[in-house]
């Protein structure tokens, strides 16, 4: 089945360390996104890649770090820059973005619990 | 601003009624986009409806429809018929052209009683 798989579900670390979080898509979309949820709150974008080799900050990149080698793959490592790491992160794809009024719907993949100590 | 509202942080509604949950949403672009997807506690996100501003009707989706008023900047989603899987997280999102990112309203949680 086609989709979005992040893993793991719940990732522990010790302040101080970098973390990565994976998430791998076959859905066979161009457009890539690494969304942080706080408790309560609503998603705030970090990052987004709209094509392989590319990609921009979002509202809330500071302490973060992404690569896009491979269409399929878009792993988010959060640094020890991060000063408030501890939240739910989730990664979204959808068909690269056109110009015009129609927009794609984005996917989202079921998200990654990173608890920092 | 690129701002999204939701005004209700939480809603209790009897199963079998229906349901609206209020957005508005601030911005200056003449075409645009606005979302609905629900979070149950597991945690993913579910896409629900989409509307956009130059649509002439308002979007349905099974049980879901929303009542879209432009001039108002509001964007809201009625639920119909509410069961008690619609216990969940709801968030309304805009959609930036040309970046084709979304801003997340705050969201609202639902809960339906039987």
């Known amino acids: 089945d086609g989709g979005i798989t992040q893993s793991p579900k719940y990732l522990f670390r010790k302040e101080g360390q970098n973390v990565t979080l994976s998430c791998e898509q076959n859905l066979n979309h161009d457009a890539m996104y690494w969304y942080r949820q706080d408790p309560g709150q609503g998603l705030r974008l970090i990052y987004y890649s709209q094509i392989v080799n590319d990609f921009q900050k979002g509202d809330i990149a500071e302490g973060y770090s992404v690569s896009r080698e491979k269409k399929e793959s878009f792993p988010l490592t959060v640094t020890s820059a991060q000063k408030n790491p501890t939240a739910f992160y989730l990664c979204?794809?959808?068909?690269?973005?056109?110009?015009?009024?129609?927009?794609?719907?984005?996917?989202f993949g079921p998200g990654t619990r990173l608890t920092v100590t | 601003a690129q701002k999204i509202t939701q005004t209700q942080p939480g809603m209790f509604v009897q199963e079998k009624e229906a349901v609206t949950l209020d957005c508005t949403y601030d911005t200056s672009d003449p075409s645009y986009g606005l979302f609905w997807y629900k979070q149950p506690s597991s945690g993913e996100m579910i896409f629900l409806i989409y509307?956009?501003?130059?649509?002439?009707q308002n979007a349905t989706e099974g049980r879901y429809s929303l009542n879209f008023q432009k001039a108002r900047k509001s964007a809201n989603l009625v639920i119909s018929a509410s069961q008690l899987g619609d216990s969940a997280m709801y968030f309304c999102a805009r959609l930036i052209q040309g970046a084709q990112k979304l801003v997340f309203g705050q969201g609202t949680r639902l809960t339906i009683n039987p």
């Open positions: 979204a794809s959808s068909h690269r973005p056109q110009p015009g009024p129609t927009p794609y719907e984005q996917y």
């Open positions: 509307q956009g501003s130059y649509d002439q």
